[in-house]
């Protein structure tokens, strides 16, 4: 027990820390509880990495999120990464009902960011064109994204990552990517305007299947959306484009079941990517050979296949194994 003297001074010095720590506890405005709910405002602004799509460009960069509500946020750096969105200005664009559309990015300073509401992406694949100016540098891109945003997108590739496709050797020479649960071979001939996606299967080989709705997406100058047909009996998914030389950015959609998955060729979370330029997405093959045979799902399935000299074929293929060839 401390005496009445001992517990004067006690309280003289123990209070004033007790009446801090109780205002902290209570995020009090006042006192040591300031900092602290700074702290968690400016969390409650902050976007999340998770959730964002960070494109650079030759001055700097941006850092998009896009909500399934269509709000676009865009948090704009300079080269040292320090914070420059007060600097820029810009709008974006979308098509809606066969008329362009448009809104104002203009800086929210409580997000501390270039705001705008665009359009809720009610599509399975959403493109959304920007113009920003930046220091009287104007950049121009495209987003190519799923129903959900940003998040969406960054929740698919970290789900696909876990395939690993390093390994993997495209049976026509295109480039491989995982959309979901589907292993995918895009492949254009770059002699004409022909795109193709096979579907494969576990050992990287194509395989018939018939009940997928895909669209590929081109970023870069020219940007286009693509929507493939089902050929050939579902040997592969097949358009055309206006692409001139390897494209910049890819972004693939397929749909099964009424579920839709969204991918960009070769992202992962975390990666930066190039407004314009950059690495090229090299799914153009010169003299490509459609060759490689299909395995069937289901069926029995036919399917037309080249038969050199004697012209194209058309093979039945059934899941038992029994096949009947067609000379035409």
């Known amino acids: 027990m401390l005496g009445?003297?001992?517990?004067?001074?006690?309280?003289?010095?123990?209070?004033?820390?007790?009446?801090?720590?109780?205002?902290?506890?209570?995020?009090?405005?006042?006192?040591?509880?300031?900092?602290?709910?700074?702290?968690?405002?400016?969390?409650?602004?902050?976007?999340?990495?998770?959730?964002?799509l960070v494109e650079v460009f030759e001055r700097g960069s941006i850092a998009w999120?896009?909500?399934?509500?269509?709000?676009?946020?865009?948090?704009?750096?300079?080269?040292?990464?320090?914070?420059?969105?007060?600097?820029?200005?810009g709008t974006i664009e979308w098509t809606e009902d066969g008329q362009t559309r448009s809104a104002k990015l203009a800086f929210d300073a409580k997000a501390d960011a270039l705001v705008a509401d665009g359009p809720?992406?009610?599509?399975?694949?959403?493109?959304?064109?920007?113009?920003l100016v930046y220091e009287d540098e104007p950049v121009k891109g495209t987003?190519?994204?799923?129903?959900?945003?940003?998040?969406?997108?960054?929740?698919?590739?970290?789900?696909?990552?876990?395939?690993?496709?390093?390994?993997?050797?495209?049976?026509?020479?295109?480039?491989?990517?995982?959309?979901?649960?589907d292993r995918v071979e895009i492949v254009a001939d770059d002699d004409s305007d022909e795109v193709r996606v096979y579907l494969l299967d576990a050992s990287w080989q194509p395989v018939v299947v018939v009940d997928r709705s895909i669209t590929i997406a081109v970023g870069g100058a020219s940007p286009e959306v693509i929507v493939l047909t089902s050929a050939e009996g579902g040997a592969y998914f097949v358009g055309h484009w206006r692409v001139v030389g390897q494209p910049p950015r890819v972004t693939v959609m397929v749909k099964h079941a009424g579920k839709s998955h969204v991918a960009i060729?070769?992202?992962?979370?975390?990666?930066?990517?190039?407004?314009?330029?950059g690495p090229k997405v090299k799914v153009k093959v010169k003299a490509v050979?459609?060759?490689?045979?299909?395995?069937?799902?289901?069926?029995?399935?036919?399917?037309?296949?080249?038969?050199?000299?004697?012209?194209?074929?058309?093979?039945?293929?059934?899941?038992?194994?029994?096949?009947?060839?067609k000379i035409k």
């Open 265 to 277: 060729v070769g992202w992962r979370p975390g990666v930066k990517l190039a407004v314009n330029g």
């Open 289 to 325: 050979a459609w060759g490689p045979g299909v395995h069937v799902k289901g069926g029995p399935t036919m399917v037309k296949v080249k038969a050199g000299k004697g012209g194209p074929s058309m093979v039945k293929v059934n899941p038992n194994g029994k096949v009947k060839v």
């Open 120 to 131: 809720p992406p009610v599509n399975d694949l959403n493109e959304i064109r920007y113009a």
């Open 4 to 52: 009445p003297a001992a517990e004067v001074l006690f309280m003289r010095w123990v209070g004033p820390l007790v009446t801090c720590v109780a205002f902290s506890l209570s995020v009090s405005v006042a006192g040591c509880g300031r900092k602290e709910s700074a702290r968690e405002s400016a969390a409650e602004e902050a976007p999340l990495a998770s959730s964002s």
């Open 65 to 89: 999120n896009v909500d399934e509500t269509g709000k676009v946020l865009a948090f704009v750096h300079d080269e040292s990464g320090g914070d420059a969105s007060k600097k820029a200005k």
């Open 143 to 181: 987003l190519h994204l799923p129903r959900a945003g940003t998040a969406a997108i960054n929740a698919e590739a970290e789900a696909s990552a876990k395939i690993d496709v390093s390994a993997a050797v495209p049976p026509h020479g295109g480039v491989v990517q995982v959309v979901g649960e």
